[in-house]
């Protein structure tokens, strides 16, 4: 099993930011993709950022030039620096790992979310 937990949520302020960190652990072969989602109420789940182990990363375009996403190997952990926050970043955000479980089968595991608040 694979756990994912996540730290770093909480109340800011519009114009100010935050950083998300998600660490995985547990038996696994490796992590490929690490990412970010995010569900606001009443909304749908959606994809935040993502990175791959090479270091090539996607960003959701309400978050270009503002989120940052990175991840460190030897650690399985992965950040998400958020800077110029408005209160429409207000979510739950998900960590997500896509981890080879045995390198031919990959596995998706979810962390159990941290509250983003931005207040106006």
């Known amino acids: 099993q694979v756990q994912l937990v996540e730290s770093g949520g909480g109340l800011v302020q519009a114009g100010g930011s935050l950083r998300l960190s998600c660490a995985a652990s547990?038996?696994?072969?490796?992590?490929?993709?690490m990412g970010w989602y995010r569900q606001a109420p009443g909304k749908q789940r959606e994809l935040v950022a993502t990175?791959?182990?090479?270091?090539?990363?996607t960003y959701a375009d309400s978050v270009k030039g503002r989120f940052s996403i990175s991840r460190d190997n030897a650690k399985n952990t992965a950040n998400l620096q958020m800077n110029s926050l408005n209160p429409e970043d207000t979510a739950v955000y998900y960590c997500?790992?896509?981890?080879?479980?045995?390198?031919?089968?990959?596995?998706?595991?979810w962390g159990q979310g941290t509250q983003v608040t931005v207040s106006s």
């Open positions: 997500n790992a896509i981890v080879n479980a045995i390198p031919t089968i990959s596995i998706a595991y």
């Open positions: 547990g038996k696994f072969f490796s992590i490929n993709a």
């Open positions: 990175i791959t182990s090479g270091g090539s990363t």
